[in-house]
């Protein structure tokens, strides 16, 4: 049994009394872990510095990787940004809540611990309904990060949270499968020209719609290089997402389709004796299965058709596949740099551990 109080919520409509608990061991310093529509979340108090601290302590991630502070309303940003332009605060009431987090100027009165020692602060507005309504109960910003232990994959399901910190947290409200599976778009509005810092749910050309304006992608976004020295935003540095097993990204490069399921064939045949995963689309799952047959085994994400389907399915796939003791190594197969296939790329290259990339040849 793990240590945590566990207690099971409808998702579009928790049980007041579940909140009301939950609220309580917040106002009082302790952690609870909560449903957003992203992934499941790792709640303090963000104005309690200890309760903070404790949340670093139990995720085991590096003081210097800030967190993200969750609202429930525009005026509740006041709390902890300072400086928010009008056009910022317009463009918020169209995207809140949803899963996107905005890095501003930050109010000198939130305890520094919350960010990294940084002088802005990441916020956002959760669209789940248990979220919002634990935060309107508080009735405080909640420092929330997500709730694994830093490098793994994030949790998309209560039992995600369990195996990593049943023991070390208070409380879970579980309602679920969360609704998109991979983390808030990350956007900096502090620097001269919006960046996009990490992306999510929400792609460039919707930001675009949002703001008005063109945000830039630089390729630590795309998860293509990383900053060893004053990243732009600090959880950069880190590997992320990562499974035990060791995986390997095929990257489709500058290939053509037909050109890339061959590269990709070869690069699994060349691993035959090592019993691989492939962890792919519906649709190439379906096209290896007909050639190889069962010499290895298939973890299908979704088809390639819908990718927030592949993104929901993305990181407890990658949980399944260190349970699976026959498999040493996992090949995976790239999607479209689209949309939510954005965060899919810069989830899937953080996550892995060699990258090979298709490269079409010249004729
Ligand atoms: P997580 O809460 O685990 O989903 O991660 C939050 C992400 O937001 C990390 O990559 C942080 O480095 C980033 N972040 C948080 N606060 C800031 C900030 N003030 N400036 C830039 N990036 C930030
Ligand atoms: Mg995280």
Redo the contacts with the bound molecule.
């Keep these: 049994m793990p240590k945590a109080k566990i207690v099971r919520v409808e998702p579009l409509n928790p049980s007041e009394e579940a909140i009301r608990e939950a609220a309580e061991i917040l106002k009082s310093g302790g952690l609870v872990a909560f449903p957003t529509e ?2 499941y ?1 790792l709640g303090a108090d963000a104005f309690n510095p200890e309760a903070v601290l404790k949340v670093f302590k139990v ?1 085991r ?1 590096p003081l210097d ?4 502070v969750h609202v429930s309303s525009l005026d509740m940003l006041q709390q902890v940004a300072s400086e928010v332009p009008e056009r910022v605060v317009k463009a918020l009431s169209i995207a809140w809540p949803g899963p996107l ?1 905005v ?1 501003v100027k ?1 109010k000198s009165t939130l305890p520094e611990v919350v ?2 020692g ?1 002088d ?3 916020v956002r507005s959760p669209a789940h309904p248990v979220a919002l309504k634990l935060i309107e109960a508080v009735g405080r910003p909640l420092a ?3 709730a ?1 232990i ?1 490098g793994r994959p ?1 949790p998309t399901r209560a039992e995600h949270v369990v195996e990593d910190l049943g023991d070390e947290i208070d409380m879970i409200l579980d309602a679920g499968e969360t609704f998109f599976g991979v ?2 778009t ?1 956007v ?1 509005l ?1 620097s001269p020209s919006p960046q996009i ?2 992306p999510g749910p929400l792609g460039p050309e919707e930001l675009e719609k949002i703001f008005g304006v063109k945000f830039g992608l630089p390729p630590y976004a795309r998860g293509l290089s990383s900053y060893e020295e004053r ?6 540095k ?1 590997r ?1 997402y990562a499974p035990s097993k060791k995986l390997v990204l095929v990257e489709k490069g500058s290939c053509d389709t037909t050109t890339y399921f061959e590269f990709l064939m070869k690069q699994l045949e060349s691993y035959l004796k090592d019993f691989p995963a492939l962890i792919a689309t519906k649709e190439t799952v379906d096209e290896v299965r007909s050639k190889l047959g069962d010499s290895l085994t298939y973890f299908t994400l979704g088809s390639r058709e819908n990718l927030f389907e592949v993104a929901k399915n993305l990181f407890s796939t990658l949980r399944i596949l260190d349970k699976y003791g026959r498999v040493s190594i996992a090949i995976s197969e790239s999607v479209e740099e689209r949309g939510i296939g954005l965060a899919i790329m810069n989830r899937l290259r953080k996550a892995s551990s060699e990258r090979i990339t298709c490269k079409q040849k010249q004729l």
């Design positions: 992203t992934v979340g995720k991630r990787n800030p967190l993200i987090t890095v930050r960010s990294g940084l802005t602060v990441a929330a990060p997500s694994n830093a994030s983390e808030s990350v900096d502090v810092l990490r990243p732009p935003s600090p959880g950069m880190y992320h």
